[in-house]
């Protein structure tokens, strides 16, 4: 079993900042892609930002250039930084990580955390 504990988010002002954590413990062999998708209500779930445990990323047309995801492998934990924040940004986050749970597994499975709320407004 794994686990994805978030922590971060918020509210804040347009404009402002925020940084969101994830880590994930449990039956943990490796971890290929780490990151971020997020859901508004009445909306789908949207790719925010991904990382690989190589470092090469990917992010969502909307935040590029805004928002910068990064991971440190060691603990297994992948963080998001949120800069010059809009309202369209308020969404439920929710971490993401592709695991390996046995070096025999042949695929990884996904796994979601509890979700964050993270709320833009003045």
């Known amino acids: 079993q794994v686990q994805l504990v978030e922590s971060g988010g918020g509210w804040v002002q347009p404009g402002g900042s925020l940084r969101l954590s994830c880590a994930a413990s449990?039956?943990?062999?490796?971890?290929?892609?780490m990151g971020w998708y997020r859901q508004a209500p009445g909306k789908q779930r949207d790719l925010v930002a991904l990382?690989?445990?190589?470092?090469?990323?990917n992010y969502g047309d909307s935040v590029q250039g805004r928002f910068i995801v990064s991971r440190d492998n060691a603990k297994n934990m992948v963080s998001l930084t949120m800069d010059s924040l809009k309202p369209e940004d308020t969404a439920v986050y929710y971490c993401?990580?592709?695991?390996?749970?046995?070096?025999?597994?042949?695929?990884?499975?996904?796994?979601w955390g509890q979700g964050s709320q993270v709320t833009v407004s003045s």
């Open positions: 993401y990580a592709e695991v390996f749970t046995g070096r025999l597994d042949m695929v990884p499975g996904d796994y």
């Open positions: 990382i690989t445990s190589g470092g090469d990323t």
């Open positions: 449990g039956s943990i062999f490796s971890i290929n892609a």
